[in-house]
């Protein structure tokens, strides 16, 4: 089974324009009503650290990714060191550290998946997506496809995740539908 790059890890030919920035240009997170948030979410936790995941999702809800000015924000606002942020959102692939695709799509093929048809559906996604490679994003920014490790819907095969959704039963054939239905 091959594995192409990870959304933390893959080079893109086009990224989404609309989440694209540079550390000059770069408005920070927690301001105004996010901050407001951000202390409401700071109470829960028995410490400024312990609120580094949901924080990190916040910066990755605005931005759709979490660039190097976003981890130093990130890290002003929680008392901790950039690096350690670092570490954090390249450990899990949940994060995304360069800009991806309006939908990100997750495709399980692991080995029960696999052997119920995944990589065809990889295939028909690269193709119908325009993205051609795993990982990359499609040249309009709309979707960047990459593959990943049990969905923990293995009776369903073949899973796919679309940014937060999820679809079960994917086939091949299904594929052009299901994209059409995306906005
Ligand atoms: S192996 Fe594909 S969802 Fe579990």
Not at 42 to 60: G, N
Not at 142 to 168: H, R, S, Y
Request: proline share 5%; with cysteine; glycine share 8%.
């Amino acid at each position: 089974m091959s594995h192409g790059p990870s959304a933390s890890g893959g080079a893109l030919i086009a990224a989404a324009p609309h989440s694209r920035h540079d550390d000059a240009a770069y408005v920070p997170v927690f301001t105004g009503a996010r901050r407001v948030e951000l202390d409401a979410i700071l109470t829960r936790y028995p410490s400024k650290q312990a609120a580094l995941l949901p924080a990190l999702w916040m910066v990755q809800d605005m931005y759709g990714w979490v660039s190097e000015a976003a981890m130093e924000e990130v890290a002003q606002v929680l008392s901790i060191t950039a690096a350690y942020v670092k570490g954090v959102v390249s450990f899990y692939t949940m994060y995304h550290l360069h800009p991806v695709g309006r939908h990100f799509i997750q495709v399980c093929t692991t080995t029960p998946c696999n052997v119920c048809g995944a990589e065809d559906v990889v295939r028909a996604l690269l193709e119908h997506t325009g993205c051609g490679e795993l990982g990359l994003t499609s040249a309009d920014g709309k979707f960047t496809v990459i593959e990943v490790e049990c969905l923990g819907a293995c009776g369903f095969a073949t899973p796919i995740m679309i940014n937060n959704a999820f679809v079960e039963s994917v086939t091949p054939e299904s594929v052009s539908r299901i994209l059409l239905e995306l906005v």
